[in-house]
């Protein structure tokens, strides 16, 4: 059996920013709007710093306003839902992001909670959660909308499909279940908890591997041609040096799927891009505006 096809993330993502600058231009040319996306940085946890950076690199790249905004690690909560009500009413910001995890002290449902959802780009707040759950128009999570796509623009056949989502968290097990739902995938969604997880997984023509444990999916839970998206990100030490790994054995299950996505370069590049994707949707929503046409 030939070895499976790479779903190039990189390249998909790079399209996809693409179409973005390009609705962008025509938003400024026809109505002189230029979509904005704050992002709320609370503490001073490394990666979250470096995402941060990144994301205002992309929203400048793309033509988007981008404002960052920053409070110390012994803020509190009331700070944060402060500054959060004064986004939500600033009309130059289209998008609000509170990027995870935030301290100790600060509850994240609470914070989520006080975003508009209008402006809820990360599709966390339980408006838009309700609304990707019952089929009405919401910002949907990044990563998991950057899945489907990534599956679109690979021609996986969806309707029909079964489905097997491993992992179950509300920033990407739950939502791409639902979104392959919608899809008219045949979903079953299993974790740690679940039995028989390499008979489950086997059945899958789509399996979604978003579990958190470096190389967990062996080549023996795959189905010979399926189409595997590996979610994870680990950082698996080796004897020169620690590398990123996914969720998957992606050597040994190259042999045997029919398309896979690497790590890096898979599913990660298509999170910042989705990101930009909802901010422009944003944008456009919040002003009776239609979605850009190839978004």
Same mark, same amino acid.
């Not at 790249?61 to 939500?88: M, Y």
């Given at each position: 059996?030939?070895?499976?096809?790479?779903?190039?993330?990189?390249?998909?993502?790079?399209?996809?920013?693409?179409?973005?600058?390009?609705?962008?231009?025509?938003?400024?040319?026809?109505?002189?709007?230029?979509?904005?996306?704050?992002?709320?940085?609370?503490?001073?946890?490394?990666?979250?710093?470096?995402?941060?950076?990144? /994301?205002?690199?992309?929203?400048?790249?793309?033509?988007?306003?981008?404002?960052?905004?920053?409070?110390?690690?012994?803020?509190?909560?009331?700070?944060?839902?402060?500054?959060?009500? /004064?986004?939500?009413?600033?009309?130059?910001?289209?998008?609000?992001?509170?990027?995870?995890?935030?301290?100790?002290?600060?509850?994240?449902?609470?914070?989520?909670?006080?975003? !508009?959802?209008?402006?809820?780009?990360?599709?966390?707040?339980?408006?838009?959660?309700?609304?990707?759950?019952?089929?009405?128009?919401?910002?949907?999570?990044?990563?998991?909308?950057?899945?489907?796509?990534?599956?679109?623009?690979?021609?996986?056949?969806?309707?029909?499909?079964?489905?097997?989502?491993?992992?179950?968290?509300?920033?990407?097990?739950?939502?791409?279940?639902?979104?392959?739902?919608?899809? !008219?995938?045949?979903?079953?969604?299993?974790?740690?908890?679940?039995?028989?997880?390499?008979?489950?997984?086997?059945?899958?023509?789509?399996?979604?591997?978003?579990?958190?444990?470096?190389?967990?999916? /062996?080549?023996?839970?795959?189905?010979?041609?399926?189409?595997?998206? !590996?979610?994870?990100?680990?950082?698996?030490?080796?004897?020169?040096?620690?590398?990123?790994?996914?969720?998957?054995?992606?050597?040994?299950?190259?042999?045997?799927?029919?398309?896979?996505?690497?790590?890096?370069?898979?599913?990660?590049?298509?999170?910042?891009?989705?990101?930009?994707?909802?901010?422009?949707?944003?944008?456009?929503?919040?002003?009776?505006?239609?979605?850009?046409?190839?978004?």
């Amino acid at each position: 059996m030939p070895e499976a096809r790479i779903i190039d993330g990189r390249a998909i993502a790079a399209e996809l920013r693409e179409r973005v600058a390009a609705a962008a231009a025509r938003l400024r040319n026809t109505h002189r709007i230029t979509p904005g996306l704050a992002a709320v940085l609370v503490g001073d946890d490394p990666a979250s710093q470096v995402y941060v950076r990144s /994301k205002a690199r992309a929203c400048s790249a793309a033509g988007l306003a981008s404002f960052e905004h920053r409070l110390s690690a012994d803020a509190g909560l009331p700070a944060v839902l402060e500054l959060v009500a /004064k986004l939500n009413a600033d009309e130059r910001v289209d998008g609000i992001l509170v990027q995870l995890p935030l301290p100790r002290d600060v509850e994240a449902r609470a914070v989520i909670a006080a975003i !508009d959802p209008a402006k809820d780009v990360d599709g966390f707040h339980p408006i838009n959660v309700g609304r990707l759950w019952s089929g009405g128009a919401g910002l949907v999570p990044c990563t998991p909308q950057g899945i489907l796509l990534l599956l679109r623009a690979a021609e996986v056949p969806l309707a029909g499909a079964q489905a097997v989502v491993l992992g179950r968290s509300g920033i990407v097990g739950k939502p791409v279940a639902a979104l392959l739902v919608a899809a !008219d995938c045949t979903v079953t969604i299993v974790h740690s908890k679940s039995r028989d997880l390499s008979v489950i997984c086997r059945r899958a023509d789509i399996l979604v591997a978003a579990i958190g444990h470096p190389h967990m999916v /062996k080549a023996d839970w795959l189905k010979p041609g399926a189409a595997i998206i !590996d979610v994870g990100i680990n950082r698996a030490a080796s004897e020169r040096a620690s590398r990123l790994v996914g969720d998957v054995d992606f050597a040994a299950a190259r042999r045997v799927a029919g398309a896979i996505t690497p790590v890096p370069g898979g599913v990660g590049p298509m999170t910042i891009a989705c990101l930009l994707r909802n901010t422009l949707l944003a944008a456009c929503r919040r002003r009776g505006l239609s979605d850009p046409a190839g978004l």
